[in-house]
């Protein structure tokens, strides 16, 4: 892994080239990786990544796992358990939205079989391949997002504005943006 040439913005952090090599823009069609990253997503806004990876564990010891049906569930108690975490980022308005974003997430799975069908249906089931050069052209937000975005708001998710989908769309693979000159390119 030393000798490979990655995109600039995960070199010199473990934390970030293992996710880097591993996971980000990886096609993720399983329903509970999909939420766990839509979790994360709506905690890294307005934070980096790093300080999100760092307390990725955390963050699954806290909301049980990532299982949205036990999330959904979550009680005022729970909530203020939560708040009360200094693993994970003690926001409230983002640990709410961790909530009512997993009982909006079951009522997609309802309605289309999965979140993963519904989501991936604004890609035709298949990852959006860009061919950035460097990270100068990498966008943070596309008409996709935005249309994303905008339906998930309609569907009752919270906290989801097109820059915390397109990051989230990168995370799941929904879009490959690593730039030409990437091993994870090849």
Same mark, same amino acid.
């Given at each position: 892994?030393?000798?490979?040439?990655? $995109?600039?913005? $995960?070199? +010199?952090?473990?934390?970030?080239?293992?996710?880097?090599? !591993? !996971?980000?823009?990886?096609?993720?069609?399983?329903?509970?990786?999909? &939420?766990?990253?839509? =979790?994360?997503?709506?905690?890294?806004? +307005? %934070?980096?990544?790093?300080?999100? %990876?760092?307390?990725? @564990?955390?963050?699954?010891?806290?909301?049980? @796992?990532?299982?949205?049906?036990?999330?959904?569930?979550?009680?005022?108690? #729970?909530?203020? !358990?939560?708040?009360? /975490?200094?693993?994970?980022?003690?926001?409230? %308005? #983002?640990?709410?939205?961790?909530?009512?974003?997993?009982?909006?997430?079951?009522?997609?799975?309802? !309605? &289309?079989?999965?979140?993963?069908?519904?989501?991936?249906?604004?890609?035709?089931?298949?990852? =959006?391949?860009?061919?950035?050069?460097?990270?100068?052209?990498?966008?943070?937000?596309?008409?996709?997002?935005?249309?994303?975005?905008? /339906?998930?708001?309609?569907? +009752?998710?919270?906290?989801?504005?097109?820059?915390?989908?397109?990051?989230?769309?990168?995370?799941?693979?929904?879009?490959?943006?690593?730039? @030409? /000159? $990437?091993?994870?390119?090849?």
């Amino acid at each position: 892994m030393e000798n490979k040439t990655r $995109c600039k913005w $995960c070199i +010199g952090n473990d934390i970030y080239e293992k996710y880097h090599d !591993e !996971e980000w823009g990886v096609p993720v069609y399983d329903d509970q990786k999909l &939420f766990e990253f839509l =979790i994360l997503e709506t905690f890294q806004a +307005g %934070l980096s990544w790093i300080t999100i %990876l760092r307390k990725r @564990e955390n963050f699954r010891l806290a909301f049980d @796992e990532f299982d949205y049906t036990i999330v959904a569930k979550y009680s005022e108690d #729970k909530i203020q !358990e939560l708040l009360q /975490d200094a693993g994970i980022i003690r926001n409230q %308005l #983002k640990i709410r939205s961790a909530v009512s974003n997993a009982i909006a997430f079951m009522k997609v799975q309802k !309605e &289309f079989g999965s979140f993963s069908k519904y989501i991936w249906q604004f890609t035709d089931g298949k990852p =959006i391949i860009n061919n950035p050069k460097t990270l100068k052209q990498v966008s943070a937000t596309t008409p996709l997002s935005d249309a994303i975005s905008k /339906d998930l708001k309609k569907r +009752g998710f919270k906290l989801v504005g097109s820059m915390v989908i397109y990051a989230h769309m990168q995370a799941t693979g929904m879009v490959n943006d690593h730039v @030409e /000159d $990437c091993w994870k390119r090849s």
